[in-house]
């Protein structure tokens, strides 16, 4: 079985998670339990944007390139492929 590396955007749970704090915080388990209920769009179809502490509204469709596609995660899903975690 292959392995697909997708990387998820951080602006999604950022923007979109209403539970969980946006840019002032948040806890790992919300933002986990987000990822594998609601799902998270590619980095690439919604760039992150709040590095100056400013949150956008929740959109419906990309910023950037690629489908507005909601990827889920699931138990044990997480691979650490070496290097600082």
Same mark, same amino acid.
């Given at each position: 079985?292959?392995?697909?590396?997708?990387?998820?955007?951080?602006?999604?749970?950022?923007? /979109?998670?209403?539970?969980?704090? +946006?840019?002032?915080?948040?806890?790992?388990?919300?933002?986990?339990?987000?990822?594998?209920?609601?799902?998270?769009?590619?980095?690439? /179809?919604? =760039?992150?944007?709040?590095?100056?502490?400013?949150?956008? =509204? /929740? =959109?419906?469709?990309?910023?950037?390139?690629?489908?507005?596609?909601?990827?889920?995660?699931?138990?044990?899903?997480?691979?650490?492929?070496? +290097?600082?975690?």
């Amino acid at each position: 079985m292959g392995l697909s590396v997708i990387n998820l955007g951080p602006q999604d749970p950022v923007s /979109c998670d209403k539970g969980n704090y +946006g840019c002032q915080g948040g806890y790992k388990d919300r933002a986990w339990n987000y990822a594998m209920v609601t799902g998270i769009v590619t980095e690439a /179809c919604l =760039p992150y944007t709040s590095g100056n502490g400013q949150v956008p =509204p /929740c =959109p419906t469709a990309c910023k950037g390139s690629g489908q507005w596609i909601k990827y889920k995660c699931v138990d044990g899903s997480i691979i650490n492929v070496g +290097g600082n975690v």
